[in-house]
């Protein structure tokens, strides 16, 4: 069936229907509806067989223009392969438009011009601004000139995939700390054409750092300033 050929099936409608049906009802069926020979062509790519046509021919008439109606057929079976793809394409694409748009994480892609291109939803919760304020803007906007240098001198280093840290300034005017894990984009001559990253808010993990490191200081320096011998001891006086 896979040969681009048509194949007359010798068992009927019983053939073509694998069995499932009794022979007798389906020898009635073909006489009661005048059925002449059954030929059948399969559409396969790399072996694998992922379509047919069947072609039916009235009782006691031949198969005329064969080479005309495979022709035909094998154009047909081309334009399903270009379809099924399509929609295979189409599937695809709708699985990971849900996957990053359901992300706990920020996603965003940046052209080699440092222009936004695409955000989805939680980093443009995460920046506070809907899609039409980011996308087509440059992704300094969003940073002080502190933070705009930091972006500058990771993008000046084109390939580099390791994660950083940088402060963005939210629509609200607050500053949030993220870690930024990036991902270059290079077009098939190896020329950088932009990259993706995912960004993680660690702005509570930051401020809690901050107040440890601030509290440590806080101890060290009353103990410096204490005259008298200060220990510090645990339960078995250690």
């Known amino acids: 069936l896979i040969s681009g050929k048509l194949?007359?099936?010798?068992?009927?409608?019983?053939?073509?229907?694998?069995?499932?049906?009794?022979?007798?009802?389906?020898?009635?069926l073909e006489k009661l509806a005048g059925v002449g020979?059954?030929?059948?062509?399969?559409?396969?790519?790399?072996?694998?067989?992922?379509?047919?046509?069947?072609?039916?021919?009235?009782?006691?008439?031949?198969?005329s223009n064969r080479d005309v109606i495979e022709t035909f057929l094998r154009q047909a079976g081309v334009a399903l392969q270009r379809k099924l793809a399509e929609e295979a394409l189409k599937k695809s694409e709708e699985r990971y438009r849900v996957l990053v748009e359901t992300m706990t994480e920020g996603l965003g892609v940046q052209d080699e011009n440092g222009l936004w291109t695409y955000v989805n939803d939680r980093?443009?919760?995460?920046?506070?601004?809907?899609?039409?304020?980011?996308?087509g803007h440059p992704v300094t906007e969003f940073l002080d000139e502190a933070n705009q240098s930091i972006l500058k001198e990771q993008m000046r280093r084109g390939g580099d995939s390791s994660p950083f840290e940088i402060t963005w300034t939210r629509a609200d005017g607050r500053k949030m700390?993220?870690?930024?894990?990036?991902?270059?984009?290079?077009?098939?001559?190896?020329?950088?054409?932009g990259s993706f990253a995912v960004t993680t808010d660690i702005t509570e993990r930051k401020q809690m750092q901050d107040r440890i490191r601030n509290a440590a200081e806080e101890w060290q320096t009353t103990f410096d300033s204490i005259q008298d011998l200060v220990m510090i001891l645990d339960p078995e006086l250690k």
């Open 177 to 193: 700390t993220t870690l930024v894990s990036p991902k270059p984009i290079f077009d098939s001559g190896g020329q950088f054409r």
């Open 123 to 135: 980093l443009c919760e995460m920046l506070g601004r809907f899609h039409g304020e980011i996308i």
């Open 7 to 28: 194949v007359r099936i010798p068992g009927g409608t019983y053939e073509l229907f694998l069995g499932e049906f009794p022979k007798a009802a389906c020898d009635a």
């Open 37 to 63: 020979d059954i030929f059948a062509m399969g559409f396969a790519s790399k072996g694998d067989l992922y379509g047919n046509a069947i072609i039916i021919i009235p009782e006691g008439s031949p198969l």
